[in-house]
């Protein structure tokens, strides 16, 4: 049965910032069309900043090498993109900048297109940046990616690596994005860094697509304790379908069972406020049961069938997010 969902996180942006086929290219997926047929109501499109590959280990290793693009080039082409693109379709989506902004377009029967940052390190040290993005229409950033930036430091296997927070810049940022109405995304964050955010944060906070440390002991993912202190800050978390954050299994597969263990680990720990849907697509790679839009229906049904109610069901999808917006913006 289908569900109208906001889905906190995709890579598209990244995927098509040479091509530019936003709206319909099945190769990717995520496109508009698509989420429009399936009934989306949002999608958060995040602008991530590849990491720099030396290209004598790019030739070595086969990683493809990012456009020879500096962060400020990357994020004005990405977001000129999504707006261009939006442009060209005003039956169909349109940019959100609040709640009340994908309220209004779903009523309309239109999609939106938020805009965030995956990885902090394009602030670059400058709370004047910090305030351009919002100006821009940034609407979350993702405080660090997987290396040390001017917020602080990512997860990591390394304890010491995990237990650092953030840095004097990143602690003034957080409170300057609390101002702003910008949302504070831990997903990626190390532990001591969300510590951090909990003592410091004055609004509601989000973890666009992270999943349960507790059936997935992957760093990326978060213990019941942090989920229980972001549920108690008024925020929302959002389970990400790669497989490697889903199971230990090594098997490189996303499969909707183990996507509802998560969904349902949350609302058992944090309560069915704080879950929601960060699918990551467009970002992650193995055999996927739900890859695009047109199948997210596979996990409701899946949900109903594990015993949450219609009521539960439709706060995973859209609900808590928009909540946690009004809240934070």
């Known amino acids: 049965m289908a569900c109208a969902y906001i889905d906190m996180h995709c890579d598209t942006l990244l995927k098509e910032i040479e091509g ?11 496109d508009i069309r698509r989420m ?3 009934g989306q109501c949002a999608q958060f ?29 990357l994020f004005e082409k990405a977001r000129a993109l999504l707006l261009d693109t939006v442009a060209r379709h005003p039956d169909v989506i ?13 009523k309309e029967g239109l999609c939106s297109a938020v805009l965030t940052v995956e990885d902090g390190r394009a602030v670059a040290g400058d709370l004047d940046k910090l305030r351009a993005f919002y100006d821009a229409g940034v609407r979350a950033i993702a405080l660090t990616w997987n290396s040390a930036n001017c917020f602080g430091h990512p997860n990591s296997p390394d304890p010491d690596e995990m237990n650092r927070g953030l840095t004097e810049f990143g602690r003034q940022a957080v409170l300057e994005m609390n101002r702003l ?14 510590w951090d955010i909990i003592a410091l944060s004055q609004k509601p906070f989000i973890a666009t697509h992270s999943n349960c440390r ?37 098997e490189r597969q996303s499969r909707v069972e ?7 680990h949350l609302v058992d720990v944090g309560g069915e406020d704080c879950a929601a849907l ?51 913006l």
């Open 20 to 30: 530019g086929r936003l709206y319909d290219n099945p190769e990717n997926m995520v």
């Open 36 to 38: 429009a047929e399936a």
């Open 45 to 73: 499109f995040a602008v991530f900043f590849p990491p720099k590959i030396p290209e004598d280990v790019a030739r070595r290793t086969g990683i493809p090498l990012p456009p020879p693009l500096s962060d400020d080039e």
């Open 94 to 106: 349109r940019l959100a900048l609040s709640a009340e902004d994908i309220e209004r377009n779903f």
């Open 181 to 194: 109405g910008m949302l504070v995304d831990v997903s990626h964050l190390s532990d001591g860094g969300f």
């Open 214 to 250: 507790a059936l997935c002991r992957h760093p990326r993912n978060l213990t019941d304790e942090q989920i229980r202190a972001l549920a108690d800050k008024g925020g929302a978390v959002g389970v990400n379908f790669v497989p490697e954050f889903l199971t230990e299994d090594g």
């Open 258 to 264: 183990d996507i509802c263990r998560h969904v349902l």
């Open 278 to 328: 960060g699918s990551d697509f467009d970002g992650m790679g193995g055999k996927l049961e739900i890859g695009s839009p047109a199948e997210m229906d596979r996990l409701f049904d899946a949900l109903r069938a594990r015993g949450l109610t219609e009521r539960q069901i439709e706060k995973v999808a859209r609900p808590n997010v928009l909540r946690v917006m009004r809240d934070a």
